[in-house]
């Protein structure tokens, strides 16, 4: 039984720091990775990691600078660190996991949490 689990969603003012976690149960996965979605749009990579060692971290450029995404392998949880929080940062984060390896966002995403809310207010 594959779970993925996120956490640490909440609501936050303009500026603020924020920290999303994702447990995965069941098994291992070689990339795991954070989306968001708002109403209306579509759903949007953010940032992924890769177990390749030529696979560092990859970001959507609407976040470099001020989210970090970080692993451990032993707990098998992937997180999220938000800076620097703004308002069009709100959305519903999800994070995915996959066998499959390479550049993050080109991914196909087999897994998927429930998501947890992330909303910014000015």
């Known amino acids: 039984q594959v779970q993925l689990v996120e956490s640490g969603g909440g609501l936050v003012q303009a500026g603020d720091s924020l920290r999303l976690s994702c447990a995965a149960s069941?098994?291992?996965?070689?990339?795991l990775a954070w989306f968001r979605q708002v109403p209306g749009k579509e759903r949007e990579f953010v940032a992924g990691?890769?177990?390749?060692?030529?696979?560092?971290?990859y970001y959507a450029d609407s976040v470099k600078g001020r989210f970090t995404i970080s692993r451990d392998i032993a707990k098998n949880t992937i997180d999220l660190q938000m800076s620097s929080l703004r308002v069009e940062d709100s959305a519903v984060y999800y994070c995915?996991?996959?066998?499959?390896?390479?550049?993050?966002?080109?991914?196909?995403?087999?897994?998927w949490g429930q998501g947890t809310q992330v909303t910014v207010s000015s």
């Open positions: 995915a996991a996959t066998q499959g390896f390479g550049v993050p966002a080109t991914l196909q995403y087999d897994y």
């Open positions: 069941g098994r291992t996965y070689r990339s």
């Open positions: 990691v890769s177990w390749a060692v030529w696979n560092g971290p």
